[in-house]
């Protein structure tokens, strides 16, 4: 009515043929010309004198007897003096010549009867009371005399309207309406158990809609689930279009244990995959920026909070509508004194270029179903490019999830942020298809990794450094102070028992070597990083005795000199000879804390993915100790420097987290994607944790669990208690 007051075309949509004909009344006197509706005026007005005087004189309308009694058996709503008026004008109106003037009339006579029945509607509609029986009931013909002459006195009064509203089924919005809807604005039934067609069942009879039991049932089969009665084997078996939400199970889960009655946790699921269905349909018919207005309460079930809303938003955003605006519009308390809020939702459809973002959805699915990196081929201990292998890193994420990451939520033109970068993996992975990557690093030892493969590196370059560093080399002589400060580092043993003293001695100059060189340059970072990975291990292509090439375990074996050139050497030739193909683009990295503030290059970015430190990883520094003492830690670095780290920090609350979230919200595009891969263990749930701290700033995507008991351990750092791995994926 308002779109029409408002000179506008709309359509609207209802399965209660009640509710469509009171709509179709009101529109129909909202078009009429000054002529007709005075016509009416006074055929409505003749029809008060036929139904006060002449009622008797009609017969009654057996049909409508009989449809009576076959739907609600021996229930008696009237009082037989009412139901005889109502038989009778019910054959009155059927007189009626004109269809107009007759839905008018039908308009008056059901609004007539409830007043005229033992019923009331209190919420429900149920029998009087005993008190309020007393108050008395209306004379139906008196009644049904008052709304004519209400709706005569209407109709003169009228503004007409140049606008127009059409009937339309859900359904065919999707095909006959593609693309040309502005907006969509609509207060579906809350999910409180009203049964809308028992409510409304004497009116239906009354208009024609019921001649048996079975036709209330056939009704409820249309509508929304919206009440226990609702919930129909059909309906909870149906698995197309069904929505599948994480948060949505644990609620159905939670009231499944306590409710009285199993259909309640049925009803609950049933009513959102319903809402699902009604609102598919609706994002097709949308404009581009049109918008979809909800009105929605939420419920508590046996105590258990249901959050409509967030729940609705949830599907709107799998369906690819963007949430634009939450408005409490009411506060009210449950029966058990739950804060219960009324909202309004707005969600938005994005322009076409967000659109196709819809299809991260089903990426996103089939990359949880597959899980590809587990599949021959990506399982591969050495799947993906071979520059992921320029240094071993403990804590390196498996290039092949990366990969499916990268895939997933930035494609090959997007750009994405790591701001736990390691060594990389995640940025490299976005780097080898073209998209923008950005990375950020605390450490030293990984900060160098990570440039030297974010970089397209010049072999000339290379050669350059080191033939500096092979002259750097040829007279150096380490100080006994440079000494007396390396031995200083004690973890499992010093470092003079894991080389010979001559190969020492080339470490020590090449760590001074890089300390004076400029950190900014790739070539410097990618020699430093073969450096790193030669360091240690348990082949000849490391510099140490026997030791381990993930993390310096004791030494064994043999102190015998390594060439750190030759080593060096063959190492940069094994990883120039990779090829990184003609789409590489060059990413940026800062060595920095994440939790400050972050570069403002760092903008408009579709995607962060990260993998921060685990929760439960002990002293991490302990098992990089050797390469982040090349990088330059001091013994007393490593008292003081781990504070910065989030490995140490998240032991005192996940709030440090706070900074990188809301950072990614701001640089993020609208609809961008922060993804957390992390480390579940018996003592922590970290992605509950971050969700936590992330629900101010973004909405959960889909949080999911890949147990990683029973699997191939993919790095020292899984060893312990990790049990799984989590992917908390938010959607800003
Ligand atoms: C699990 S690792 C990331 C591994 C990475 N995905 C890869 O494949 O190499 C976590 C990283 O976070 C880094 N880190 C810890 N605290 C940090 C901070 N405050 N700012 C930036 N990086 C930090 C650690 O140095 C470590 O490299």
């Known amino acids: 009515m308002t779109i029409m007051g408002l000179g506008k075309t709309g359509l609207f949509s209802d399965v209660n043929p009640l509710c469509i004909h009171v709509i179709k009344a009101k529109s129909l006197a909202r078009t009429l010309s000054q002529e007709k509706r005075s016509e009416y005026a006074e055929k409505l007005l003749t029809l008060v004198k036929v139904a006060k005087d002449k009622a008797a004189n009609h017969p009654r309308h057996e049909k409508l007897d009989v449809s009576y009694r076959a739907t609600f058996g021996k229930s008696e709503f009237f009082s037989p003096e009412q139901y005889e008026a109502i038989l009778r004008v019910r054959s009155i109106l059927d007189r009626i010549g004109i269809s107009g003037v007759r839905q008018l009339a039908e308009v008056a006579a059901i609004r007539s009867l409830i007043p005229a029945s033992r019923l009331i509607r209190r919420g429900d509609l149920r029998f009087k009371r005993e008190a309020e029986e007393r108050r008395g ?119 499944a244990e306590c409710a009285y009655d199993q259909r309640i946790p049925a009803m609950v699921r049933t009513y959102f995959n319903d809402m699902h269905e009604a609102l598919r349909p609706a994002f097709a018919a949308l404009t581009e920026h049109g918008r979809v207005c909800i009105d929605i309460g939420d419920s508590v079930y046996g105590g258990v909070h249901v959050p409509t809303d967030q729940l609705i938003v949830e599907i709107g955003e799998r369906l690819g509508f963007k949430l634009k605006d939450d408005v409490t519009l009411r506060e009210r308390m449950s029966r058990n004194g739950r804060k219960l809020r009324q909202s309004l939702i707005v969600l938005e459809k994005p322009s076409k270029g967000r659109v196709e973002r819809i299809s991260t959805r089903s990426r996103w699915q089939s990359f949880r179903t597959n899980l590809p990196h587990r599949k021959p081929g990506m399982a591969a201990r050495n799947w993906g490019n071979k520059l992921h292998s320029l240094c071993s890193y403990q804590g390196k994420l498996k290039p092949a999830i990366a990969s499916s990451l990268v895939d997933i939520f930035v494609g090959d033109d997007g750009s994405m942020l790591d701001p736990f970068s390691g060594v990389g993996t995640i940025a490299f992975e976005a780097s080898l298809r073209g998209a923008a990557s950005f990375a950020l690093e605390i450490s030293p030892s990984a900060f160098r990794i990570s440039h030297a493969k974010l970089s397209r590196q010049s072999r000339s370059d290379i050669e350059d450094v080191l033939e500096k560093l092979e002259a750097f080399l040829s007279d150096y002589r380490a100080s006994d102070f440079e000494m007396e400060r390396a031995l200083q580092i004690r973890f499992n043993k010093t470092l003079d028992e894991y080389f010979h003293p001559r190969t020492l001695n080339e470490i020590l100059g090449a760590r001074k070597f890089m300390a004076l060189n400029d950190c900014s340059s790739p070539a410097v970072s990618f020699v430093h990083a073969a450096l790193q990975h030669i360091l240690h291990g348990n082949r000849p292509y490391a510099l140490s005795r026997r030791s381990h090439p993930l993390t310096p375990y004791a030494p064994t074996g043999p102190f015998e000199y390594r060439s750190l050139m030759e080593r060096l050497r063959a190492k940069i030739e094994r990883s120039l000879d990779v090829d990184i193909g003609d789409r590489f683009r060059e990413g940026h990295v800062w060595q920095m804390d994440a939790t400050d503030p972050w570069p403002g290059e760092i903008n408009n970015i579709d995607a962060v993915i990260t993998s921060p430190p685990f929760f439960d990883s002990t002293r991490f520094y302990l098992g990089n100790w050797m390469r982040l003492w090349f990088s330059g830690w001091e013994a007393e670095d490593f008292r003081i420097q781990p504070q910065k780290y989030i490995d140490e920090r998240q032991k005192t609350g996940f709030d440090v987290y706070e900074p990188i979230i809301r950072q990614s919200r701001e640089r993020l595009k609208p609809g961008g994607f922060l993804v957390f891969h992390l480390g579940e263990s018996k003592k922590c749930d970290m992605a509950e944790e971050i969700e936590k701290i992330a629900q101010p700033f973004f909405r959960t995507f889909d949080v999911f669990s890949e147990s990683v008991e029973h699997c191939e351990k993919h790095g020292l750092r899984d060893k312990g208690s990790v049990t799984a791995h989590q992917y908390l994926v938010l959607q800003s």
């Open 137 to 255: 009931t209306e004379n139906f013909i008196e009644a049904f005399s008052a709304s004519l002459e209400l709706i005569a006195n209407d109709l003169q009064e009228l503004t007409p309207s140049d606008g127009s509203i059409h009937q339309v089924g859900m359904s065919a919005l999707e095909n006959r309406y593609d693309d040309n809807i502005d907006a969509i604005i609509t207060s579906p039934p809350y999910l409180n158990g009203t049964n809308y067609f028992r409510n409304t069942k004497v009116e239906l009879w009354f208009l024609g809609y019921l001649n048996s039991k079975a036709d209330l049932s056939a009704f409820r089969e249309q509508a929304v689930t919206a009440g226990i009665n609702d919930v129909t084997k059909g309906k909870s078996n149906r698995r197309d279009g069904r929505f599948e939400s994480r948060k949505l199970d644990e609620i159905v889960r939670e009231i």
